[in-house]
């Protein structure tokens, strides 16, 4: 897609978006689809719909299976990357994730549990007992290149249950990638749960319908690092502005930063103001994320702190590796930061391969000690072999 039609694609979303949006807080059903996937994004505040380059992608935007992960190159890479994550949420809820790469391919499993729920069904002070929870969603991914253009698709079956009952639900995520051929910086758009409506007995809700725009800078050998912006339309809430940094310059160590906006009734609600109380320690810097992580070339692990105010703090731990054969050749470049080089973002920064020449004999080199020179000089001597058949003299 031309550079010019997919501003025009993206200023069009920016006129049609905010038709979509037309509920408020509290309106949607499966809520647990807007709680992130994986550590790493989230430590980078969810800004995650323009980078989309590793198992994430399938959550945030399906386009970036269109490209070669982070870290692949023009000599290939492992063909399957897996990624596998729990989360410690708030209120004892529990959350596992896990995600299977084989680009561009991809499957995905959330799966999330709260037990301990008391039960009452009348107004009395003593409980009649106890109640669990659980919410499950399986993806199915799929992203296709055209030129610097990525697009993708995610399809999902989402189940909930509560106590006895439970409700499903089909849904989809879409999206859409524009890296710059000459430039490291990538465009997304991407909008997340479309599909029908979850139905509890009598009562039929939503899912949380959210449209994503952003932009990536980095990933070159002047900027090894990965800075996003975002801007988040949800349909049942106030639109968030995201900031993510990944700073990888403490060689295989990363460390991330996010924030997040949030409307000021969000923020005192979240921080028990309204109730006359105040939180404390790491608590305040609700909005803000923070998480550091540990690269190999072959398994990544990463950290998120996520503060929720009066409510405490959740934690994130991912575990991701790359296994199997060497994978095909791929288009596009590598991290400068990656042990291979290169530029993640899609700049053309890779070196053909020389090409193959018969094997000679080379030229001995006298030492220092033998001609007197200065240090560091060499005089050669004439070559020890003829000259190879084939090769110009």
């Keep these: 897609m031309p550079y010019p039609q997919f501003l025009r694609t993206l200023l069009l979303l920016l006129v ?25 994004p989230m430590a980078m505040g969810e800004a995650f719909v323009a980078l989309a380059d590793d198992v994430s992608a399938v959550h945030y ?38 995600g299977f790469l084989r680009r561009p391919y991809g499957v995905s499993v959330t799966h999330l549990t709260l037990d301990g729920i008391e039960r009452r069904t009348t107004e009395t002070a003593a409980p009649e007992g106890s109640f669990g929870a659980s919410d499950l969603a399986v993806g199915f991914s799929f992203g296709h290149r055209f030129g610097p253009t990525g697009v993708g698709a995610t399809v999902k079956v989402i189940r909930e249950t509560i106590g006895e009952h439970s409700a499903s639900a089909y849904a989809a995520d879409l999206g859409a990638l524009h890296r710059l051929e000459n430039w490291p910086v990538t ?33 070159t050998k002047s900027f090894p690092h990965a800075l996003c912006f975002q801007l988040d339309l949800p349909r049942d809430n106030d639109p968030a502005v995201r900031v993510g940094l990944e700073y990888l310059g403490f060689g295989p160590f990363a460390l991330r930063a996010g924030y997040r906006s949030a409307s000021g009734a969000q923020r005192s609600a979240v921080l028990g103001r309204a109730l006359g109380s105040s939180a404390s320690g790491m608590a305040e810097f609700y909005g803000m994320f923070m998480g550091a992580g540990f690269r190999s070339k072959l398994w990544n692990m990463d950290y998120a702190i996520l503060p929720y105010g009066e409510l405490g703090s959740a934690h994130r731990f991912s575990l991701s590796v790359k296994f199997g054969g060497q994978g095909a050749a791929v288009p596009g470049g590598r991290r400068s930061s990656d042990p291979a080089g290169g530029n993640g973002l899609g700049a053309k920064t890779d070196v053909p391969a020389s090409p193959s020449l018969p094997a000679f004999t ?5 030492r220092q000690e033998d001609t007197g020179g200065a240090w560091g000089r060499t005089l050669p001597l004439p070559p020890a072999s003829p000259t190879p058949s084939g090769v110009a003299p």
Aim: hydrophobic share 45%; charged share 10%; aromatic share 8%.
């Design 16 to 40: 049609l978006v905010p038709a979509a949006r037309a509920a408020g807080p509290g309106t949607s059903a499966a809520t647990f689809l807007t709680l992130g996937f994986g550590a790493r």
């Design 187 to 219: 465009f997304g758009v991407g909008m997340s749960n479309l599909g029908t409506s979850v139905r509890f007995i009598e009562r039929s809700d939503p899912l949380p319908l959210t449209w994503r725009l952003g932009a990536a800078f980095g990933m």
């Design 362 to 366: 080379p030229a001995p080199a006298l």
């Design 61 to 98: 935007n399906p386009a970036g299976l269109a490209f070669p992960s982070a870290g692949s190159g023009a000599a290939g890479s492992k063909p399957y990357e897996m990624l596998f994550s729990h989360a410690l949420h708030i209120q004892d809820i529990r959350m596992s994730q896990a």
